[in-house]
């Protein structure tokens, strides 16, 4: 196989005459606005199961969206042709649709004041790590992750395989305002899914570790072994009867709880009244030991961008200080719409880390089960039962009881509910076990109560 390289097939400068072009062509229409962005990506992709290639996938692709305003008439369009008539020709497009769409009030560029210019647009956050790798080289890794998963024990008797993902990417963004920007980024993950036992008592986990530098990647072993070790523990899992216990949520799950906390607080949520937080800045969500931070410019953070989707500049932020929400997540429209400032956050969340002035560094995961002391251990959730409107949650959930602060057995086949509201009142410890799952960082967490549909 030869080797696969992931240099880009534009340079920075080239893309900054399209967007220069792209402006002055929508200028020369008439638009009293423009904005635009151009942008490529290249990757590859492999996956082995049973130490056999299954899929190598390579991809590059390119893309420019220009939108156009009219006053408050907005008109989007895109292609994937960079040639001069073809971007006249998506230019015009969006003009177009902008003339025959209703004025919307909320519609616009940001302000000014609010964008990301001079320094603040040009701010370095070592996002772009290229991982000089060939598919050859890919599939070994994965073979080596998934042996080191087959042969952790006997009873690893099958995988749905592993794969190794090689993404990066780089884009300018501009508007008639004044804003210019764009960064290289990338990503890469390696990932496994062991099957344990045979028959009836087969069970299956999964792990993976992603990085923007792949120095950084946990090595092949690491990650096959503990998908394993996941496996083998969820063996001769059973039902339990119908309770009302404390629950505690494993790490990478209680992302999970953040992120229902971002999508109830989030601007189109809100001026769409359809969250359970509606009018909630300025009130008492959370414990009062409980606050959330966000950090976009934390160097190499997989949520990390000088500035949003739309230009504004990013800013350090307390989102939740004891307890009291701070601030929503807002771009410049649903701002407008709520009659509030955008607060950066045109794209979503960036760096989110939710701590307790409860927590103590001892406060690991053993430490955290002792606390639960009686009750349900979650480390799989299963369908889709979350209502953001009322904040009513039921999940089917996998994990392990727990009596006097020890786990005693597993269990599959039952059902969390509460409601998110109370859940999050209900927080009464977060350990300090934490893990970054996409844009949010967060430690195991323990509910005071919910109810368990069992047996």
């Avoid at 962005?37 to 969206?65: H, P, T």
């Avoid at 025959?100 to 001079?118: I, M, R, Y």
């Avoid at 760096?351 to 349900?376: E, P």
């Avoid at 599959?412 to 970054?436: C, P, S």
């Amino acid at each position: 196989m030869s080797r696969h390289t992931l240099g880009f097939a534009y340079a920075r400068e080239q893309f900054q005459q399209i967007i220069e072009d792209t402006l002055a062509h929508a200028r020369s229409l008439g638009a009293s606005d423009a904005a635009a962005e151009v942008s490529e990506g290249a990757g590859l992709s492999v996956s082995v199961r049973k130490g056999e290639i299954e899929n190598v996938e390579r991809n590059r692709d390119k893309s420019i969206g220009v939108t156009v305003y009219l006053g408050q008439r907005r008109g989007n369009a895109s292609t994937s042709d960079f040639s001069r008539a073809a971007l006249e020709q998506t230019v015009r497009a969006a003009y177009d649709i902008a003339r025959f769409t209703a004025e919307d009030p909320a519609a616009g560029l940001p302000d000014v004041s609010d964008l990301a210019l001079g320094d603040a647009a040009t701010r370095n956050l070592d996002l772009y790590h290229p991982w000089d790798i060939d598919a050859e080289e890919a599939c070994e890794l994965a073979r080596r992750c998934e042996a080191a998963a087959l042969s952790t024990d006997p009873r690893i008797t099958n995988s749905e395989g592993a794969g190794v993902s090689v993404q990066s990417s780089h884009f300018i963004a501009g508007n008639s305002r004044g804003f210019r920007g764009g960064y290289a980024s990338s990503r890469h993950s390696l990932s496994v899914a062991p099957i344990a036992g045979r028959g009836d008592d087969m069970q299956r986990d999964a792990w993976y570790t992603s990085m923007r530098d792949p120095a950084e990647l946990a090595s092949p072993e690491a990650v096959g072994r503990y998908a394993a070790e996941r496996a083998l523990s969820r063996l001769r899992g059973r039902k339990i009867a119908t309770c009302e216990v404390p629950v505690l949520f494993e790490s990478s799950l209680a992302a999970g709880l953040l992120g229902a906390y971002v999508q109830a607080t989030s601007g189109g949520a809100l001026y769409r009244k359809a969250s359970f937080l509606q009018g909630s800045l300025g009130q008492q969500v959370l414990p009062e030991h409980i606050d959330l931070r966000e950090d976009p410019h934390q160097p190499k953070g997989k949520g990390s961008a000088p500035f949003d989707d739309e230009g504004v500049a990013t800013k350090p932020r307390e989102v939740v200080n004891a307890g009291v929400v701070q601030g929503y997540f807002l771009s410049s429209y649903s701002a407008r719409k709520l009659g509030l400032r955008t607060t950066g956050h045109a794209g979503g969340s960036q760096n989110l880390t939710l701590r307790s002035r409860l927590t103590q560094a001892s406060d690991n995961l053993d430490a955290m089960i002792a606390k639960l002391h009686r009750g349900l251990f979650v480390i799989e959730l299963m369908g889709q039962g979350v209502n953001y409107v009322t904040g009513d949650y039921s999940r089917g959930a996998a994990g392990f009881w727990v009596e006097g602060g020890r786990i005693v057995h597993p269990v599959h086949e039952v059902t969390i509910a509460g409601n998110l509201r109370d859940m999050f009142k209900r927080i009464v410890a977060v350990g300090a076990d934490t893990y970054t799952m996409g844009t949010k960082t967060i430690g195991s967490v323990l509910i005071e109560r919910m109810k368990i549909a069992g047996s």
